[in-house]
Structures are given as structure tokens and as C-alpha cells.
T-cell receptor, first 111, second 109 residues
Framework: EAGVTQFPSHSVIEKGQTVTLRCDPI?????LYWYRRVMGKEIKFLLH????????ESGMPNNRFLAERTGGTYSTLKVQPAELEDSGVYFCASSHMQTQYFGPGTRLLVL | GQQVMQIPQYQHVQEGEDFTTYCNSS?????IQWYKQRPGGHPVFLIQ?????EVKKQKRLTFQFGEAKKNSSLHITATQTTDVGTYFC?????????FGAGTTVTVRA
């Protein structure tokens, strides 16, 4: 069974540019989560989808971040315009029941 | 909001020794999960504790959930070089996981 995949693995952009991260969950997992880890700090919850609906987006930092999950399959997280403090590792996780399975993450660096 | 504190942040261990990492939540949890992230990798689920006072073992790893369901610990005996990485606890209320900052473990041979 394929795990959670994320694309790209790394992204280096300039402040003010736009970046879109993609997550493909494990097939059949209705729950999809986005997290972010800034260097050396805790993994912070961003939002949670159940199928195509946003169940909880309380962790989204501000309106420069937009997450979508069209059709309840893969999800995208767009940052527009990117700021320096957006740098970090963005993890996606999916679950069917309790256990969340994490993807490899996208390492984002904003210069 | 819910906060999960984890100590120590760093743990440098002599191979063969034991160590413990601790996790405390500001609120009562429905369950607590532990993850391990190897250097350059992603968090991998280790275990989930649900019941008050629960203790679970995985080979050299012993996980405990406090009686009040607000704290947890991970104890590793006879540390090996394969134990290097960052261990995260994550407290769960409803569907949301709140992660601790992690304990990063290094091992000297």
C-alpha cells in the first residue's frame, strides 16, 4: 500500500512569491491534516479535512494560506504571498481511524 | 488552547544507558500518541495510549499514560544507535493532535 506522498520535497522561493504544496493521502483515508514544523519547534496543526470539507482550520496562520481538497482526494496548500516566517517543513498526514500517517514533508525556504 | 510540553528538548545518551522523556498537557487528553522522526525523515507513529494509568511496552520502549490523563512518559532501556532521532508526544482531544516540541536523542558509542 502506498503511503502519503507530498510534492515537492523541497522549495526555495523569494519573499512575495507564491508556492503550492501538494499532498496525496493514503487511498481511502477520509481525514487529511496539514502540519508545519519551524526549525527546532513543535509540529503545529494547521487544518483538518474530512473528505472535501474543512473540519477545522483554526491553525492556519493567516489569510495568505489557502488549503483545498477538491473531490476529497489530494489536497493543496497555497501560500501567497510567501513571507520569511513561512519557512519550515510542511507535513501532511492522513488517517482512516485514529492513527495518522505522515508524508515525508515539503521543506520550504523563503528568502 | 491545549498545550503540550515535552522535556528534555535534547538528550545525549551513552550507548547502553537508559533515558526517559516526559510529556505534560495543560488539559485532560482523550489519548496520547508517540511518534519518532529519524534525522531527515518524517514522524512515524509508535503507539497510542488511551486508558488512565496505561502502560505499554515495545521491546526496549516503555510508554506510560498518567492517571489524570494529562501526562505521559517514554522510557528507553539499553539505548542503541538505532534509537537516534526526535521523539514527539502528541495529545489528542477530539480529532486534533497537539504535538510537543520533541526530544532529540543522540547516542555516543
Amino acid at each position: 500500500e502506498a503511503g502519503v506522498t507530498q510534492f515537492p520535497s523541497h522549495s526555495v522561493i523569494e519573499k512575495g512569491q507564491t508556492v503550492t504544496l501538494r499532498c496525496d493521502p493514503i487511498s481511502g483515508h477520509d481525514n487529511l491534516y496539514w502540519y508545519r514544523r519551524v526549525m527546532g519547534k513543535e509540529i503545529k496543526f494547521l487544518l483538518h479535512f474530512v473528505k472535501e470539507s474543512k473540519q477545522d482550520e483554526s491553525g492556519m496562520p493567516n489569510n495568505r494560506f489557502l488549503a483545498e481538497r477538491t473531490g476529497g482526494t489530494y489536497s493543496t496548500l497555497k501560500v501567497q504571498p510567501a513571507e520569511l516566517e513561512d519557512s519550515g517543513v510542511y507535513f501532511c498526514a492522513s488517517s482512516h481511524m485514529q492513527t495518522q500517517y505522515f508524508g515525508p514533508g515539503t521543506r520550504l525556504l523563503v528568502l | 488552547g491545549q498545550q503540550v510540553m515535552q522535556i528534555p528538548q535534547y538528550q545525549h545518551v551513552q550507548e547502553g544507558e537508559d533515558f526517559t522523556t516526559y510529556c505534560n498537557s495543560s488539559t485532560t487528553l482523550s489519548n496520547i500518541q508517540w511518534y519518532k522522526q529519524r534525522p531527515g525523515g518524517h514522524p512515524v507513529f509508535l503507539i497510542q495510549l488511551v486508558k488512565s494509568g496505561e502502560v505499554k511496552k515495545q521491546k526496549r520502549l516503555t510508554f506510560q499514560f498518567g492517571e489524570a490523563k494529562k501526562n505521559s512518559s517514554l522510557h528507553i532501556t539499553a539505548t542503541q544507535t538505532t534509537d537516534v532521532g526526535t521523539y514527539f508526544c502528541a495529545g489528542k482531544n477530539d480529532y486534533k493532535l497537539s504535538f510537543g516540541a520533541g526530544t532529540t536523542v543522540t547516542v555516543r558509542a
